[in-house]
């Protein structure tokens, strides 16, 4: 090992991280209990031991800084962090472990645990194993931390801003959108150049979506119990550096190239007027439990980084079912998590976040806290509070459920709207209200507490769960290739298919799955509220019944892009109804319906009509019978502005729902409107340009279908 022979000199405590000024670069690393920190530099990812170590002697309330003048852009580097190895005190410093930085800017290469990860003698001791230290060196097998330059050229192009209420958000997979792509070069598929390349985006601007919302790209491990049964973690919700871009998704270089080619990407994306939302997982790390490796915040200081057992601190609080949970308590976690944020808002220039596991988050002390530290601090950061904020408003632990419970500014995944259209189009009974309710914006959940329906995030699938055609095509979880004797996964019993389940080449059954996708995604698009579209459920993706494919980084999903005609239907007719809402104010209103008086008569902006067109009665909203409602919009009495403070006028609008197996005739309102409707959309019709003719007095709807019309007169 070489002794350093460039300058040394004190540094500053903050910014925490290595910080490269166009001189030379800074490094701060927060830890209260070490005792020591050496800062180690290595010449590439593959070098078995450090090049040279540097102590790092200067401390600033417990912040350990260093400036080194020599040192440039691309350089590795880790540290080896000193103190007591006394698990059930907390602490589990172990200098024989190389750590990475937790404010790490680039991360070089893809991270996979290995046995001399560990801080502790693997395979002695059974269940008390962690609690001897292993003296292992682990520099051959963890990934060094890179310096990088922060400086990019955006060109001038400007971030969207969206208003939330016009929002359509697409959540999707960096590498499993573009695996399979053929029109993009091998060597880039998969990657943030690939997302940024024309036809991708073209891909977007033709479905007409607002957004996309990207699965974690923070630079996340692939566990050892995954890898020894050949599989990965391909979700990504295992973080490890909140700072870094995940490198196996660049195409250009892992030594901090991959920096700019996610500033590329964003770039692209402004500059077609559509928004970038991360996923992101701060309520865990990859570290996973007590038996897990050491890699970074648990080397560094564990008892800071993580929530502990008040009765013995060698175990986890685990409100996330991974293993761990980050101290939000603590206020320099609190910190890394807030500088994380505002890097990526900055820097990275992203338009917002959702929050996996948010009630993970928002924990006092014992419950969650309305209040929190986290969302208070949110609120009174200028960056971050306005950036979209969009809370998976749950976790694993007691009192975890907190849909509608999160503040203002905020919108949460609404799991009661996904499990209302499911129950109701499934031909549950007692689903109407229910139904109402979900489709005018969640009123019962947000209203109360000052909240839009844009604080209601409607979706009807997401990654996590079965794709839209599995939905409606399998009764039960296909999780075979997972490992886990299909033991994984939310447990299924949808009761969809009459016992023909999966594949079939029986043309009724067909059709019927695709009316069930096509009702699915038009109601999703014509509710109030911000829809959600989960990749590939515009065509029909499969995972052949996997419900739980977080480890499948294969063809079972990936988007696969060589589309039968049927699944070139469903696009056509997906691109369609967003279409429709994007064109129709009424669709996407900014605020909860109210009613007006003119010349003395109440005149409702929403309506809900039974079949003979008449309103709904208390009797019917809670008969276990009714299966079959529609609901008016006024559009003509919406007195909402636009940005520019114009009165803002729409359409009258009908939407029909019917779960019923069998036909029914649907009287069509006709006080305050004209006789004659226009067709704008019937899922029982599988192509979207087939004419429909006008109608007057009485639809005929098909069973299990959805009808908008539209007033002629308006």
């Known amino acids: 090992m070489e002794k350093y022979q460039g300058r040394i000199w004190p540094g500053k405590p903050y910014p925490l991280g290595a910080t490269w000024d166009g001189k030379g670069v800074n490094f701060a690393l927060f830890s209260e209990y070490a005792t020591g920190v050496k800062l180690c530099f290595f010449h590439s990812q593959d070098d078995k031991e450090e090049y040279t170590q540097i102590e790092m002697g200067e401390v600033t309330d417990y912040v350990w800084h260093v400036y080194l003048p020599d040192v440039k852009p691309g350089q590795l580097y880790g540290y080896r962090v000193y103190g007591r190895y006394r698990p059930n005190d907390g602490?589990?410093?172990?200098?024989?472990?190389?750590?990475?930085?937790?404010?790490?800017?680039?991360?070089?290469?893809?991270?996979?645990?290995?046995?001399?990860?560990?801080?502790?003698?693997?395979?002695?001791?059974?269940?008390?194993?962690?609690?001897?230290?292993?003296?292992?060196?682990?520099?051959?097998?963890?990934?060094?931390?890179?310096?990088?330059?922060?400086?990019?050229?955006?060109?001038?192009?400007?971030?969207?801003?969206?208003?939330?209420?016009?929002?359509?958000?697409?959540?999707?997979?960096?590498?499993?959108?573009?695996?399979?792509?053929?029109?993009?070069?091998?060597?880039?598929?998969?990657?943030?150049?690939?997302?940024?390349?024309?036809?991708?985006?073209?891909?977007?601007?033709?479905?007409?979506?607002?957004?996309?919302?990207?699965?974690?790209?923070?630079?996340?491990?692939?566990?050892?119990?995954?890898?020894?049964?050949?599989l990965d973690n391909y979700w990504g919700y295992n973080s490890i550096g909140f700072f870094a871009p995940h490198a196996e998704y660049s195409s250009s270089g892992m030594n901090g190239e991959q920096v700019n080619e996610f500033k590329e990407m964003v770039k692209a994306y402004h500059r077609e007027g559509?928004?970038?939302?991360?996923?992101?997982?701060?309520?865990?790390?990859?570290?996973?439990?007590?038996?897990?490796?050491?890699?970074?915040?648990?080397?560094?200081?564990?008892?800071?980084?993580?929530?502990?057992?008040?009765?013995?601190?060698?175990?986890?609080?685990?409100?996330?079912?991974?293993?761990?949970?980050l101290n939000m308590l603590s206020s320099r976690t609190l910190q890394m998590v807030m500088d994380s944020l505002r890097y990526w808002a900055v820097e990275m220039q992203v338009d917002g976040f959702r929050f996996d596991l948010a009630s993970t988050l928002a924990r006092g002390l014992y419950d969650v806290g309305k209040l929190s530290t986290f969302l208070d601090t949110i609120h009174q950061d200028p960056i971050i509070s306005q950036r979209k904020l969009i809370a998976e408003p749950w976790d694993l632990g007691e009192g975890g459920y907190q849909v509608g419970n999160f503040p203002v500014q905020w919108a949460e995944w609404n799991g009661k709207y996904r499990d209302s259209l499911r129950k109701f189009w499934r031909g549950d009974e007692s689903q109407v209200m229910e139904l109402a309710y979900r489709l005018s914006g969640s009123s019962d959940l947000y209203e109360d507490n000052g909240r839009?329906?844009?604080?209601?995030?409607?979706?009807?699938?997401?990654?996590?769960?079965?794709?839209?055609?599995?939905?409606?095509?399998?009764?039960?979880?296909?999780?075979?290739?997972?490992?886990?004797?299909?033991?994984?996964?939310?447990?299924?019993?949808?009761?969809?298919?009459?016992?023909?389940?999966?594949?079939?080449d029986d043309k009724d059954i067909i059709d019927l799955r695709e009316q069930r996708k096509r009702n699915f995604l038009a109601s999703l698009m014509f509710s109030q509220g911000v829809p959600m579209i989960s990749h590939g459920d515009e065509y029909g993706r499969t995972q052949m019944g996997n419900n739980n494919a977080y480890c499948q980084d294969n063809e079972i999903a990936w988007m696969n892009w060589d589309w039968n005609q049927r699944e070139k239907n469903l696009f056509d007719f997906t691109s369609k109804v967003i279409d429709i809402r994007k064109n129709q104010p009424a669709m996407h209103k900014r605020r909860y319906f109210k009613g007006r008086k003119i010349h003395g008569k109440e005149i409702r902006d929403i309506r809900w009509l039974n079949t003979d067109g008449t309103d709904m009665t208390e009797q019917e909203w809670n008969s276990s019978f009714i299966r079959c409602m529609g609901m008016l919009l006024n559009g003509k009495l919406i007195?909402?502005?636009?940005?520019?403070?114009?009165?803002?006028?729409?359409?009258?609008?009908?939407?029909?729902?019917?779960?019923?197996?069998?036909?029914?005739?649907?009287?069509?309102?006709?006080?305050?409107?004209?006789?004659?409707?226009?067709?704008?959309?019937?899922?029982?019709?599988?192509?979207?340009?087939?004419?429909?003719?006008?109608?007057?007095?009485?639809?005929?709807?098909?069973?299990?279908?959805?009808?908008?019309?539209?007033n002629i007169s308006s």
């Open 639 to 710: 007195t909402e502005v636009n940005e520019w403070g114009e009165p803002i006028q729409d359409d009258i609008l009908l939407l029909l729902v019917n779960s019923y197996w069998e036909p029914l005739h649907f009287t069509l309102p006709h006080e305050e409107v004209e006789l004659d409707w226009e067709v704008l959309i019937d899922t029982c019709n599988n192509r979207v340009n087939k004419e429909i003719p006008n109608v007057r007095y009485v639809y005929e709807m098909s069973g299990r279908s959805l009808v908008l019309l539209r």
């Open 452 to 504: 839009l329906p844009s604080s209601s995030i409607n979706f009807v699938t997401c990654h996590d769960g079965f794709t839209l055609h599995d939905l409606v095509s399998y009764n039960e979880k296909h999780n075979i290739d997972n490992g886990e004797d299909n033991n994984d996964g939310e447990s299924h019993n949808n009761s969809w298919n009459s016992g023909v389940e999966g594949p079939t």
């Open 91 to 230: 602490m589990r410093f172990n200098p024989h472990k190389l750590l990475i930085d937790p404010y790490a800017k680039a991360i070089s290469g893809r991270t996979d645990i290995k046995d001399k990860m560990f801080g502790y003698e693997m395979g002695t001791g059974g269940k008390k194993a962690d609690l001897k230290k292993d003296v292992q060196n682990n520099v051959d097998q963890i990934n060094k931390s890179v310096v990088i330059d922060t400086a990019f050229d955006w060109e001038g192009v400007e971030q969207p801003d969206t208003p939330m209420h016009n929002t359509v958000i697409y959540e999707l997979h960096v590498k499993g959108f573009t695996a399979r792509h053929p029109d993009i070069p091998e060597n880039e598929r998969g990657s943030y150049k690939a997302m940024a390349s024309p036809v991708i985006i073209d891909y977007f601007k033709k479905l007409g979506v607002t957004a996309i919302e990207l699965m974690p790209v923070h630079h996340f491990v692939h566990n050892k119990f995954l890898l020894d049964k050949g």
């Open 274 to 325: 559509i928004e970038v939302i991360l996923d992101v997982v701060y309520n865990h790390t990859g570290e996973g439990d007590h038996l897990g490796p050491t890699l970074s915040f648990r080397g560094i200081d564990n008892q800071n980084y993580y929530r502990l057992s008040e009765k013995n601190q060698r175990f986890y609080m685990d409100y996330t079912g991974t293993g761990n949970t």
